[in-house]
């Protein structure tokens, strides 16, 4: 498994503009994420977080600025591309399959490596069989890491909203992402489960050298957690650096807290 | 023939090298490790552990939950004639420090990054600790103490020192006596220091086969071990046992998958405290009363056959024609089933201990076929002192005393014990050794008790508690306050009791209402209530409680040596009992001396036969405020029943 270091840039936003009819999301964005780091997003209510998420993720096409992986650039790519080139992801309102599973809700994050056709498949036939007991051994131990093993064969939908939130995250683990996007893991949790979720996340950080970049509202969990914080504010970029700069810089503390005039 | 721990293992692994010896889930599915893999790995441990410098006579903490390479590591210090000293998993760090200094420990193995924070955490009260070993390495990666080492390195290490000296291990196993220190125990004292109790292999070992053969366990048996490891009970089940007979201990994944794990694995010996068990019953009767109209019917007809006629089947005894196929019917519909749900479906012996179980609970398990019994030991005599026979499971004994076992009765009623499974000591302590072993081997249990005419062990009370009524009805009699509490306990209604009596000339009892249960009672009775202090002087509650009384009292009058208990008042107290209030210890256990002083209004009361008195007490909330409630209490009177002389 991976060493501690923070490496070079992996991912590189650029002068992002994203814009819904006269509305600007996002106005001319950059910022980098460096390998092995925790990356937060912050900002107020509609500073254009999530927006940015879904366009690293594909899943938004930015009017203008371009988004650089690994050394590849892309412009227009759909969310499938962007998953198969290593960025996974977890949902702010959870978007699991509440009737399955909690292995095969985790399951369906090995799809895309999973290699052998859906005919081998059906009929769990020679090497579909081999390749599905593979999988199934990742999957184990993304339920072992996130200590969900009293529930892997209860329906995702029984479960608290907490552990269905690590359920959402075991699926993106699965993916064996090089990034990790959060979309808000802590919201809606109480003290003791926000403790546990920021655990996990530094245990995926710090165990599998996951580059993390998440979203969140709770200032105290993002101040710990992170190494480096960008700022958003009505889709401008106001600030960006360590959470101590982040903290001291002006223009933050008035969005956050007001300023009087 | 007198054995060793490791002695034992080597033994199994050169009998049976494939046979497995333990188990557990990895990947979702059960994982084995034979008795020769076992042998290797402890062999391996045991080398590694000798080049960090561990010597014969120290002695070596373990914590953590049941792990196989936890018990590997135990089997390793016994192979190189040291100590394991396990600690409970979830003691504070504070905790620890006294055991690690007091028995000069310098070298830890402990299950993961938790335990690791705790003993880091305690360093600087115990420097001497000098390396500490963990099994499970997540989370740990940024912790760079020199003292650290991963269990995957130190079993590498291992392995090149065996590759180097392939004899040195088992030379030093051979080295080990029977008579030598295998393992010592910490209690936890309620009062001042714990102590540790020292023991040999032979005490424990002895015990273990002792227990292996009344209940004739082979090496087929299956356990799932789920309970800490530093107690001493789940260290004769899942350890001395287990290498005493050589069957197959299971480690759960996790607490959370106990219940999961328990009907996967399906033990045939298993055992329990009796808050388990009532846990249990209780989760099934919840879920039958959410079943459908006919299901229920059906659970509750059975449940009654069960009743009738169940225990006399566990018993032995032959049902009627009829009784006996409406068993077998109820066996294929309800109880087969309900056994397979709780895990119990294999189970072949079953124990309780540890405190007092009530009857209903005991008999609901005996009738569904469960062979459930009781045992009745100690950390200072390796757990086997009585055991129940097949066939012959009461409530409300403990059993015959088993093979080895001599028993006597002091003269103020302590029960005295003289076994090879004794300890050797308490560690350091020859003031505490002295004053519950004495220079001819008897061990004083500060248990009250006396065998009945079967010869089965009653225990009634602490001795310190046991008193005498004086004067009255019942002049001289004796009078065990816990034993008539338990039994009012026992009701699902009653949730404490106090019992007053010693010195006295009657016993009265004040009572705590199960809010719960009563307050569902009353919706049931279509009984109106404000709150607690309301719902408790309730004349329908009242009557209900007396009935609950004087069926204790009617029980009481059948025994000869307790009917003078029977109790001829009580109340039921307006507030719940609280440790904050420092009515009850942090365990739970009733202050007896402290309640009858806050309360003396109403003890006063109960003896001058008073019908009702005013009560005002402080209370203190969970904020730290205090405020007071007041309420003018009823005091009834219980029907007392002759004693009546049982034939026996």
Known sequence: MSTQKIGDVI??????????????????????????????????????????????????????GQITFRGQTFKHMNSRQVAEMGIARTFQNLALFKGMSVIDNIMTGRNLRIKSNLFLQALRFGPAEREECEHREYVEQIIDFLEIQAFRKTPVGQLPYGLQKRVDLGRALAMEPQVLLLDEPMAGMNMEEKQDMSRFILDVNEEFGTTIVLIEHDMGVVMDISDRVVVLDYGKKIGDGTPEEVRNNEEVISAYLGTSH | MQQTFPGLLMAHAGQRPDAPAMREKAFGIWQTLSWSKLAEMVTDIAGAMHEAGLQRGDHMVVIG??????????????????????????????????????????????????????????????????????????????????????????????????????????????????????AMFFTSGTTGNPKGVVHTHNSLLDRASVGARFDKLTPADEV????????????????????????????????????????????????????VFEGLLTSVMIRMEDAGAIKRKMFHHFMDLAKRVG????????????????????????????????????????????EAIGPDLFSFYRSIGVNLKQLYGSTETAVFVCLQPDHQAKADTVGVPCEGVEIKLSESGEILVRSPGLLREYYKNPTATAEVLTADGWYHTSDAGFLDADGHLKIIDRVKDVGRIKGGRFDGAMFAPKYVENKLKFFSFVKEAVAFGDQRDRVCVMVNIDFDAVGNWAERQNLPYAGYTDLSQKAAVYDMIKACVEKV?????????????????????????????????????????????????????????????????????????????????????????????QAA
């Open chain 2, 311 to 354: 225990p006399a089947k566990m018993d032995g005894k032959a049902l009627g024609f009829f009784d006996g196929l409406h068993y077998a019917l109820g066996d294929l519909m309800v109880y087969g089933p309900l056994r397979n749900n709780l895990g119990m479906s294999r189970v072949r012996v079953a124990y309780t201990a540890g």
């Open chain 1, 11 to 64: 991912l590189d936003v650029e002068n992002i503009s994203l814009r819904f009819g006269g509305v600007n999301a996002l106005s001319n964005i950059s910022f980098n994420v460096r390998e092995h780091e925790v990356r937060a997003i912050i900002g107020p209510n509609g500073a254009g977080k999530s927006s940015m998420l879904n366009c690293i993720n594909g899943v938004y096409q930015p009017q203008e």
């Open chain 2, 224 to 275: 799932l071990a789920y309970l800490p490891p530093a107690w001493i009970g789940q260290n004769i089940f899942s350890y001395a046992q287990w290498l005493a007979v050589g069957y197959v201990v299971n480690c759960p994944e996790s607490a959370a998958t106990v219940t999961i794990d328990l009907k996967e694995v399906g033990p045939t010996y298993y055992f329990a405290p009796p808050r």
């Open chain 2, 65 to 182: 939950s049941n792990r196989p390479r936890l018990y590997a590591t135990m089997l390793a210090a016994q192979s190189l004639g040291a100590i394991p000293v396990p600690l409970y998993q979830d003691a504070a760090g504070a905790e620890c420090v006294f055991p690690i200094n007091n028995a000069d420990i310098k070298f830890a193995v402990v299950e993961d990054q938790e335990q690791v924070d705790k003993l880091l955490d305690v360093r600087e009260q115990c420097p001497q600790i000098a390396r500490i070993v963990y099994d499970e390495p997540r989370g740990l990666r940024k912790y760079d103490e020199a003292c650290l080492t991963a269990m995957d390195d130190f079993l590498v290490q291992g392995k090149a020192f065996t590759q180097k000296n392939p004899q040195f291990v088992a030379g030093e196993i051979a080295k080990c006596q029977p008579s030598d220190v295998a």
């Open chain 2, 553 to 645: 009292n009617a029980d009481l009058s059948r025994d000869e040596m307790l009917a003078g208990s029977q109790i001829s008042r009580f109340l039921i107290l307006h507030k719940e009992l609280d440790p904050d209030d420092g009515e009850l210890t942090r365990t739970n256990k009733v202050r007896r001396g402290f309640i009858a002083d806050k309360y003396s209004a109403l003890v006063d009361g109960l003896y001058a036969d008073k019908t009702e008195q005013f009560i005002e007490t402080q209370v203190k909330f969970e904020d730290g405020r205090t405020g007071s409630v007041s309420a003018t209490l009823q005091l009834r009177d219980a029907q007392i029943f002759e004693p009546v002389k």
